[in-house]
T-cell receptor, first 117, second 114 residues
């Protein structure tokens, strides 16, 4: 149980275009989902926390107008990178907290590698 | 705020020898601590977690970690390394508020020599 999927697993896009990444909890309901980015050989940095039905909370330094997060249902959150540029190339990872689950346990997706040309 | 420090960016061991990955934490309260493993281009897998129960925590694949409050440490160990253990390991602490945020250490890359 507790499986989180991400789609796509990798994407290449041209500079200036927008890219949407989906994060789904497959066998549980997730009241809270988190989005991280990871640069090569670096740790994960939290970008934002999204709660179902409400606006996402962004970490300091993360542009909310550039990284649009939607959490419209208990099993799906999306991250849209708008007007992507090469510096946005990174590994994006989502995680989900199960509704009613252990208060601090998160289940991670496999990640999406974004390359902006 | 909570924080974790992973003392080694790289650790190299020979197959069959013990593994020690060091982690120190900073917390005003009794924290929840985790170790995650990440294989190349793969998602994170939870190895084990400490949530104020037994101080010696056993995880998957033969890993274990001991919570030592006096030393503010949560080091990860394994008696005998296997080639498949080669990966990036993250020590993680959970924020004690209602945000459920996880704070990641900088990671330790484990290399296993044949």
């Amino acid at each position: 149980g507790a499986v989180v999927s991400q789609h796509p697993s990798w994407v290449i896009c041209k500079s200036g275009t927008s890219v949407k990444i989906e994060c789904r909890s497959l066998d549980f309901q997730a009241t809270t989902m988190f989005w991280y980015r990871q640069f090569p050989k670096q740790s994960l940095m939290l970008m934002a926390t999204s709660n179902e039905g409400s606006k996402a909370t962004y970490e300091q330094g993360v542009e909310k107008d550039k990284f649009l997060i939607n959490h419209a249902s208990l099993t799906l959150s999306t991250l849209t990178v708008t007007s992507a540029h090469p510096e946005d190339s990174s590994f994006y990872i989502c995680s989900a907290k199960e509704w009613g689950g252990s208060y601090n346990e998160q289940f991670f997706g496999p990640g999406t590698r974004l390359t902006v040309l | 705020a909570q924080s974790v420090t992973q003392l080694d960016s790289h650790v190299s061991v020979s197959e069959g020898t013990p593994v020690l990955l060091r982690c120190n934490y900073s917390s005003s309260y009794s924290p929840s601590l985790f170790w995650y493993v990440q294989h190349p281009n793969k998602g994170l897998q939870l190895l084990l977690k400490y949530t104020s129960a037994a101080t010696l925590v056993k995880g998957i694949n033969g890993f274990e970690a001991e919570f030592k409050k006096s030393e503010t440490s949560f080091h990860l160990t394994k008696p005998s390394a296997h080639m498949s253990d080669a990966a990036e390991y993250f020590c993680v602490v959970s924020e004690m508020d209602s945000s459920y945020k996880l704070i990641f250490g900088s990671g330790t890359r484990l290399l296993v020599r044949p």
